[in-house]
């Protein structure tokens, strides 16, 4: 079955320092990964995706992730943190063999510290 | 401007009373979905659509209904609502194809006393 975790409830990073936000999946074929994030009182926005290709992908924001098919993982970075990255953010999977479903992992609030 | 919108954004109701939670897109997707947010859970699929009269159960579909009549509406029944409804829902569309992003609306509060 599909599945995805965000191992970190919440993550603290000082203002100019690089932030990590972890994320791993399961899926049983290939799978196509994003990166939402949320801002208080808002919808959710699209960061990034991952389809194939180069495992390096980058997005908005100065926001990147890595795939890395050997770990299952697609952690999102970010070289230097600003204040405003301060949000939850959400990594999710759809499975290339059955793309009706998608699932989110938990979420991950991330706090930059001025 | 392209967007999925939500309506209403706040609701209080009681146990019990029928409600009707509606979403629309003006980006003639095919894919649309439901998801309830609550804290410590995340985000849970409830129920989502490929097309017109196409719909299927998520993870959470339990107490809920969908329809889709139309391309762009999407709307989530609640047909006897419980306290344990008590969420942030959200409607989400994008075009069929696994690799698409998802476009999200802002959200509906409901608390159902």
């Known amino acids: 079955a599909q599945s995805v975790a965000q191992p970190e409830d919440q993550v603290n990073v000082a203002e100019g320092n690089p932030l990590t936000v972890k994320c791993t999946y399961s899926?049983?074929?290939?799978?196509?990964l994003f990166w939402y994030v949320q801002y208080p009182n808002r919808g959710l926005q699209f960061l990034l995706k991952?389809?194939?290709?180069?495992?390096l992908v980058k997005g908005s924001y100065g926001f990147e992730a890595e795939f890395n098919k050997s770990q299952t993982s697609f952690h999102l970075k970010k070289p230097s943190a600003l204040v405003s990255d301060s949000a939850l953010y959400f990594c999710?999977?759809?499975?290339?063999?059955?793309?009706?479903?998608?699932?989110f992992g938990k979420g991950t609030r991330l706090h930059i510290l001025p | 401007e392209a967007q999925v919108t939500q309506n209403p954004r706040y609701l209080i109701t009681v146990t019990g009373k029928k409600l009707t939670v509606t979403c629309s897109q003006n980006?003639?997707?095919?894919?649309m979905s439901w998801y309830r947010q609550d804290p410590g859970l995340g985000l849970r699929q409830i129920y989502y659509?490929?097309?017109?009269?196409?719909?299927d159960k998520g993870d959470v579909p339990e107490g809920y209904k969908v329809s889709r009549k139309e391309k762009r509406n999407f709307p989530l029944i609640l047909e006897s609502p419980s306290p344990n409804q008590t969420s942030l829902y959200f409607c989400?569309?994008?075009?069929?194809?696994?690799?698409?992003?998802?476009?999200f609306g802002p959200g509906t509060r409901l608390l159902v006393l």
């Open positions: 999710a999977v759809r499975d290339m063999n059955r793309d009706d479903k998608i699932i």
């Open positions: 659509s490929m097309n017109v009269e196409v719909t």
């Open positions: 991952y389809i194939t290709g180069d495992n």
């Open positions: 899926v049983s074929g290939n799978p196509y």
């Open positions: 989400a569309s994008s075009r069929i194809s696994g690799q698409e992003t998802q476009y």
């Open positions: 980006m003639n997707h095919e894919y």
